[in-house]
């Protein structure tokens, strides 16, 4: 099948071990974010969102940290497996809910 | 279905060929959005419907997309006279209600190659 991984910044991680991948976003006025896993051949999954009022928000084995000082996000995942292995994306949303901002996008590669 | 469908899953088209791609939303997915992704980068939204209307499509790149949802459910997106730039992977998704609040379901999507 396709790829969507290709000329992407590679993250390499051990099993087990915990993956942080980052994301810059662009616009100050945007007050939504999602991150998405994109496996190959695949649409984009949703993983977690944060709004901006928020600074740090969990969900299972995920974690998504917020720094609208310098426009960042962060995904953190514990226990990392080999089924985590894609394409991460973070998506920013200004001003309304219609449209979202993709990122360019992390290939996470889990080692066994 | 469970989920959001996309047809045909492969397109090849000769520069200058007419292709349309089906979207099949959630059952009773009120909000409906194209997305273009090219190989390697991250989806570029092209258009989102409300039911059957149009509210934006701001990111159509070209007068040679067209996309339609004539009865809020199953959608359409068209290009005309496609060249080799319009390759990419072409993603639906949808949502329960208006706009994308809470992320939205994707389909696989349609890749397109033109030649």
């Known amino acids: 099948g396709e790829s969507v991984g290709l000329h992407l910044p590679t993250l390499s991680v051990q099993e087990g071990d915990n993956s942080i991948i980052n994301c810059a976003y662009s616009?100050?006025?945007?007050?939504?974010f999602i991150w998405y896993k994109q496996e190959s051949g695949k649409g984009p999954q949703f993983i977690i969102d944060?709004?901006?009022?928020?600074d740090k928000r969990q969900g299972q084995r995920v974690t998504v940290l917020l720094n609208k000082t310098v426009k960042h996000l962060s995904l953190q995942i514990a226990a990392t497996q080999p089924g985590d292995s894609a394409v991460y994306f973070c998506a920013e949303n200004p001003y309304n809910f219609n449209k979202f901002y993709f990122g360019s996008g992390t290939k996470l590669n889990v080692k066994p | 279905g469970a989920g959001v469908s996309q047809s045909p899953r492969y397109k090849v088209a000769k520069r200058g060929q007419d292709v349309a791609l089906r979207c099949d939303p959630i059952?009773?997915?009120?909000?409906l959005f194209w997305y273009q992704q090219a190989l390697g980068q991250g989806p570029e939204f092209l258009t989102y419907f409300q039911n059957e209307a149009q509210l934006d499509k701001s990111g159509l790149p070209s007068d040679r997309f067209f996309a339609e949802r004539p009865e809020g459910s199953v959608s359409t997106l068209k290009i005309q006279r496609t060249q080799q730039e319009d390759s990419a992977v072409y993603l639906c998704a949808s949502t329960p209600g208006p706009g994308g609040d809470y992320g939205y379901t994707f389909g696989s999507g349609t890749r397109l190659t033109v030649v």
């Open positions: 944060i709004r901006s009022n928020m």
């Open positions: 616009n100050s006025a945007s007050d939504y």
């Open positions: 059952s009773g997915h009120v909000s």
